[in-house]
């Protein structure tokens, strides 16, 4: 969507309403594909957020979902089939080989597009992560075919054609994009962004095995070593119940330990605006918002941050939000649920203090270093 | 060795602005800049050829004025650049904009020497897809090498290339060979500041202007408007909250009563989460 984006925007019209004469050979496209992530032997919860969108896209299109997982043989695998199910796929399409067990591009798309070939889905959705946007960009230029990043919205048009739903011009607009004349449609979501459907105990069910053809030798890029992010510093920021953050408000990198030990005596973890990230104060996998990561929690708790469109859309799904600001025009308090004019410094530990005495006897303070 | 850093002139987003009522986006007067992702891919390129010789080329497609941008390429150093312009252009979604630009960089193989390495940003800030290099790097059948952290080393003997890649979790050590696309992740290397040299030669230098059939693109239907199988069927504005926050009172009140009225507002809201919080908070 490159170019297209940055254009002004007539409002629809002209080719968008071309869609209906699809090819032929695209008519026997059905069904709905989601493809699982299978990270060092874990699903990628977002492949389950995909699996309860793509269920709702199927049954409105009165079509099938398939989870679709290249791993290698073994009980991880064997797992991510099970997981499948429970999260109402209705088939999955499986393709074991060890060269798949790390990602790597070449194989992994080989894979799919072997599959989509040879299975046709209609709709093929794929996580927004580092690994889903590497795959997904060769798979449709392979396939020739249209690929909208980062949706926040999936919807089946009257016609059956997938209405995908983005932000644009980070965040300040949406527009809504279909795939003319090409199958499949397909499309990337952020993790956190869409609802984590509820698990059932649904049995496995059909599982199409597919052999693919590639051989270790023919593979050019080789996986040396792998250097985990390690427990400590390993934000799973977007996974988070509960999410502190701090923006410029809070004036200097030491007052940080504020974010820090509020968000340990609530079990939270935490993060930042932008800016933080850029003047060096916390590493970029804590930045929130649009280039960074998209939350959820129950609770957000951002201090010090205006609240700018970026962050914004970064925040929006968590279920309450609570703003801490000296400003009471800060934009932040537009789309904030409760708010308080206060200045974070002296602020954040009272909060603190409050929470532990709340939540005590049970609870204790441990400063974070 | 010879490098092609793919950059693309946006709007600086940080001063756009959307038009209240027609939620089109008011362009006029807003100034533009290099993608600033694309600068971490120019810089790489640069130091990888201060290292081991060769040309950085700077290719873009766009309007004639994003000739201000390859300029602007030319004095941090880059050698030479290309400006691909063509009407034909004109509503290129990711797909034709990868066909058209990997179009461009066989024309400047052909003109200039095959390059070893095609970098690419991360994503752009307009466009905001982080597609458009792995379609190049598809379409010229190049090793594709994203996110990028670090290029550990490169061995032009062997024509392998060692790079650090971050993935989920953590990062990708991945040995591969040359030719390969990169696309850089940002926050590597920010962008030198050219020296005198370079901004007078910069603004001495013919830029190479290219259109479709100059750049070698002999199906002009896989172009623009016609060669995108995406389409914008409409633009809209967010749906703004209906109210805004319920701030709590903080006159004549101290700092401990407002945060004790906070966290009883808090626990109303979220009922379940004091309970949880109790039974798992860090204790
Ligand atoms: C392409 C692009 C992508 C971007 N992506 C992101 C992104 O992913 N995430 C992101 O966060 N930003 C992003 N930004 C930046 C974004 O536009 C804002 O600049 C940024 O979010 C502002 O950060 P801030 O709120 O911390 O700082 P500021 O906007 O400077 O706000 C600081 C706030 O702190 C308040 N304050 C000052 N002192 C105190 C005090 N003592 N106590 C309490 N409050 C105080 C001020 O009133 C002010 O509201 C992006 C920008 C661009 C152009
Ligand atoms: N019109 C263009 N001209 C040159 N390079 C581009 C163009 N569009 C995208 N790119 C490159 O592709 C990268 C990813 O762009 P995008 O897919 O739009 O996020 C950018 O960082 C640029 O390096």
């Known amino acids: 969507m490159g170019t297209q984006k940055s254009k002004a925007s007539p409002p629809a019209g002209g080719r968008a309403d071309t869609k209906k004469k699809l090819p032929e050979h695209f008519r026997d496209y059905r069904h709905v594909w989601v493809f699982m992530e299978l990270e060092r032997g874990q699903v990628h919860p977002v492949s389950f957020e995909l699996l309860g969108e793509g269920r709702r896209l199927a049954d409105q299109l009165g079509a099938q979902l398939a989870g679709v997982i290249l791993g290698p043989p073994g009980d991880s695998t064997q797992h991510a089939v099970a997981e499948a199910f429970a999260y109402d796929a209705d088939l999955v399409y499986l393709v074991e080989k060890p060269l798949l067990t790390d990602y790597r591009n070449e194989p992994f798309t080989k894979a799919l597009t072997d599959l989509v070939n040879k299975y046709k889905p209609e709709i093929l959705l794929l996580g927004a992560t580092t690994l889903g946007r590497d795959l997904a960009g060769s798979v449709a230029t392979t396939l020739l075919t249209g690929l909208t990043a980062d949706c926040t919205g999936l919807d089946v048009d009257a016609d059956g054609s997938l209405a995908a739903t983005r932000p644009t011009f980070g965040g300040s607009l949406l527009c809504t994009i279909y795939t003319l004349n090409c199958r499949p449609q397909m499309a990337t979501v952020r993790p956190r962004v869409m609802r984590m459907p509820q698990r059932s105990n649904k049995p496995i069910g059909r599982v199409i095995r597919h052999n693919l053809r590639m051989w270790e030798d023919e593979i050019v890029t080789k996986v040396v070593d792998f250097l985990s992010d390690g427990q400590s510093e390993n934000a799973n920021l977007a996974y988070a119940d509960v999410v502190v953050a701090g923006g410029l408000g809070l004036g200097a990198a030491e007052n940080l330990q504020l974010l820090k030990n509020l968000a340990h005596t609530i079990g939270g973890d935490y993060g930042c605006s932008r800016p933080l990230v850029q003047k060096g104060w916390l590493a970029a996998d804590r930045q929130i918002g649009q280039t960074g990561k998209t939350i959820r929690p129950r609770l957000y708790i951002a201090a010090g941050i205006s609240g700018a469109v970026q962050h914004r859309v970064g925040v929006e799904g968590a279920d309450l939000i609570v703003a801490i600001n000296t400003d009471p025009n800060a934009p932040i308090f537009d789309f904030a649920n409760v708010g308080v004019v206060a200045d974070a410094i002296s602020f954040l530990p009272a909060l603190t203090e409050v929470f532990i005495k709340r939540l005590a006897p049970r609870n204790h303070m441990r400063l974070v270093n | ?283």
């Open chain 2, 1 to 283: 060795m010879h490098i092609v850093v793919c950059i693309k002139q946006v709007p600086d987003s940080a001063q756009i602005r959307v038009h209240p009522v027609t939620n089109t986006i008011m362009r006029q007067g807003v100034p533009t800049i290099i993608n600033p992702y694309d600068l971490f891919a120019l810089e790489e390129a640069l130091k990888v050829r201060d290292y081991h010789g060769g040309e950085v080329t700077v290719l873009t497609m766009g309007p004639p004025m994003a000739e201000d941008a390859l300029r602007k390429a030319l004095t941090y150093g880059a050698d030479r650049a290309v400006l691909l312009t063509d009407r034909h252009f004109a509503g290129s979604d990711t797909l034709a904009t990868s066909f058209a630009l990997s179009q461009a960089i066989a024309q400047i193989g052909n003109s200039f020497g095959t390059p070893d390495i095609v970098f690419t940003g991360k994503q752009t800030i307009d466009g905001d897809t982080a597609q458009v290099g792995p379609g190049i790097a598809k379409r010229l059948n190049l090793v594709q090498l994203t996110y990028v952290a670090k290029i550990a080393s490169i061995e032009l003997s062997a024509r392998t290339i060692t790079v650090e890649r971050r993935s989920e979790g953590g990062t990708q050590v991945l040995k591969s060979e040359l030719p390969c696309l990169i696309t850089m992740l940002e926050g590597t290397a920010s962008i030198r500041r050219g020296s005198l040299e370079d901004a007078l030669r910069a603004a001495r230098s013919e830029i190479v202007k290219w259109n479709a059939a100059e750049a070698g693109i002999e199906d002009i239907t896989k172009c623009g408007l016609r060669g995108s199988p995406t389409v914008v069927k409409r633009v809209f504005a967010p749906t703004p909250r209906a109210e805004k926050a319920a701030q709590i009172d903080t006159t004549e009140k101290t700092v401990r009563d407002v945060a004790d009225e906070l966290v009883t507002s808090i626990f109303t809201h979220q009922p379940a989460l004091e309970h949880e919080l109790s039974s798992t908070g860090s204790a």
